[in-house]
């Protein structure tokens, strides 16, 4: 029997922000004063990881406004340390620019771009979608693998939450411990699959870990599919990649399949 067996959650040193805590303010205005202290703890940390995660963006320059804002949300989600949101917003915009290419290599602009023919891609399954990308050849058969293992790794435990896949064989590392009876502190590793809340817990882990690769990979597969559309801007590499750091040409992320 496992140390975390027994009803109930595991005691653990974790406290929540937005949560009023048992405050109870005497005056409206110590309330307001509380609300502005924490919203700048908040974006102090936002802005900190920003300022480490905006170099490494990758570029997609793109005049089509409707993958613009898809690809600005998942962006924006990466800087402010939202890194599930992040992979679904990743999730949301690749699956939708591959929509958005069999639409426009099946159809050829002979039928307009309106939500009722929208529907002719929208009810297929991601499944398949690749395999309309493979027989039009649109994608390396690699790169049709790299995106499979993104449907069934991320976007599918996202989508219906299967939390032991999702956290797989995470372990917390060096964690301390005290024995409520004895009251004795010890280390020790801890696998996140002990409790479905340590499951929880060791996602936000995870998916810090994920998601900047993952926007990577899916902004890669973009760029060579809307190249194919004719809806990506072409010209040099300007001085606004330099100074990001960033050549949309070579956006080669570690996300592999396996």
């Known amino acids: 029997m496992s140390r975390f067996d027994g009803p109930g959650v595991p005691r653990v040193g974790i406290e929540s922000k937005f949560s009023p805590k048992g405050n109870n303010f005497e005056t409206i205005?110590?309330?307001?004063?509380?609300?502005?202290?924490?919203?700048?703890?908040i974006f102090q940390e936002s802005r900190t990881n920003a300022e480490i995660l905006i170099y490494e963006l990758p570029i997609l320059d793109t005049h089509n406004s409707v993958i613009l804002h898809l690809y600005d949300v998942a962006c924006q989600c990466l800087l402010f340390g939202l890194y599930g949101a992040a992979n679904m917003q990743t999730s949301i915009l690749g699956e939708f620019v591959i929509r958005y290419t069999i639409?426009?290599?099946?159809?050829k602009n002979e039928i307009p771009f309106t939500s009722a023919n929208w529907k002719r891609v929208e009810n297929l399954n991601f499944s398949a979608l690749l395999w309309k990308l493979r027989d039009e050849k649109l994608l390396s058969i690699e790169e049709i693998e790299i995106l499979d293992t993104?449907?069934?790794?991320?976007?599918?435990?996202?989508?219906?939450?299967?939390?032991?896949?999702?956290?797989?064989?995470?372990?917390?590392?060096?964690?301390?411990?005290r024995n409520l009876i004895t009251q004795e502190v010890f280390v020790d590793d801890l696998p996140a699959s002990v409790h479905p809340f340590f499951q929880i817990l060791s996602k936000n882990n995870i998916d810090k870990e994920s998601a900047l690769d993952n926007l990577k990979m899916i902004v890669s597969i973009a760029v060579k599919l809307l190249s194919d559309t004719g809806d990506i801007l072409q010209y040099p590499v300007s001085s606004k990649n330099k100074s990001l750091g960033v050549n949309p040409s070579s956006s080669?992320?570690?996300?592999?399949?396996?």
Not at 150 to 177: C, I, P, T
Request: glycine share 2%.
């Open 150 to 177: 993104f449907r069934k790794n991320v976007r599918n435990n996202y989508a219906h939450f299967k939390l032991s896949d999702l956290a797989g064989d995470y372990v917390f590392k060096k964690m301390k411990f």
């Open 29 to 41: 205005e110590d309330h307001r004063k509380e609300t502005i202290r924490i919203l700048d703890e």
């Open 252 to 258: 080669s992320p570690k996300y592999r399949s396996s």
């Open 103 to 107: 639409f426009k290599k099946q159809f």
